[in-house]
């Protein structure tokens, strides 16, 4: 079954044309990448998806509904989650609390502060943080539940916005370059926890490193200038005429 189905997605910055007609249909379960060169249109493409941006034109249809004019929220609530190309650490935040945040549409968070709380809220409250060390632990996080967000080097920051965004329950899991700034062995790491995650999430993956891409998904779709010019297996995107001429000078396809 679909999950994803856009159809026709146009968007124009004043006269440059980001995306031109893109159509992508997801099926629950998948893991597949979405790759292109930079300035492709690959991150326009996930804030369209999730509501940061309007399209110009197309439609997009998310579990069998149309959800071109829903806002950001109750996009994410339905369970359309991305994390961001660039990790945005919650600065006066632990760990803990920032993947807490991640389960806010679930555990009414926003009253955790107050001081006359029902036994039903710090009920929730409890039940966030055991859901938060949960997450922790399985993207290996557990150890650093204290630190702050902010001191954690690269790597670990790509794992917390995994973190958070797992905290949401995602149906539809947006990663833009969740490797990027890793080193090797991070990225191994992650890439078995996506494994696992892909489990029971359908995942779209924006994604520089060919051998990442190509190793974890079982079809690939090439964005180059907006236009979507191929999909298919990993084998046939990387012969494929058109990705290969998109990627000359940047000398990447090869893995
Ligand atoms: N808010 C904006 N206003 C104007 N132009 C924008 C805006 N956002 C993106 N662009 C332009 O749209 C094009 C596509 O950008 P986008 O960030 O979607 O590419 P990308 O495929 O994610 O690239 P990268 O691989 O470098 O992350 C680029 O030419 C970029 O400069
Ligand atoms: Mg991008």
């Known amino acids: 079954m679909a999950i994803l189905e856009a159809a026709g997605v146009s968007k124009s910055f004043g006269g440059l044309m980001v995306l031109r007609g893109v159509s992508l249909t997801l099926h629950e379960g998948e893991l597949r990448g979405l790759i292109g060169p930079n300035g492709a249109g690959k991150t326009t493409f996930f804030n369209i998806l999730t509501g940061v941006l309007s399209a110009d034109s197309g439609r997009i249809n998310f ?6 004019s829903y806002p950001i929220h109750q996009r994410a609530r339905r369970g359309l989650i991305r994390t961001f190309q660039i990790p945005q650490p919650f600065s006066g935040m632990t760990v803990l609390e920032s993947t807490m945040t991640g389960t806010h549409m679930y555990y009414r ?3 955790w502060s107050s001081v006359l709380r029902t036994r039903k809220e ?3 409250e409890e039940e966030a943080r055991a859901k938060a060390k949960e997450i922790l632990r399985f993207v290996g996080l557990a150890d650093r539940e204290n630190a702050l967000c902010a001191n954690l080097p690269v790597g670990e920051q790509r794992l917390l916005e995994l973190a958070r965004a797992l905290a949401a329950q995602p149906r539809l899991l947006l990663l833009d370059e969740p490797t990027a700034g890793l080193r090797a062995s991070e990225k191994e790491a992650l890439k ?5 995650v892909n489990k029971k999430t359908t995942i779209l993956l924006v994604e520089h490193d060919m051998r990442v891409v190509m190793s974890l998904c079982s079809r690939i779709s090439v964005l180059s200038y907006g236009e979507l010019i191929a999909e298919g297996t990993p084998e046939e995107i990387q012969r494929d005429p058109k990705v290969i001429q998109a990627y000359l000078g940047e000398g990447a396809i090869a893995t």
């Open 109 to 111: 968070a926003e009253v």
């Open 192 to 196: 078995e926890v996506l494994l696992e």
């Open 122 to 124: 710090r009920e929730e």
């Open 63 to 68: 579990d069998g509904q149309d959800i071109g």
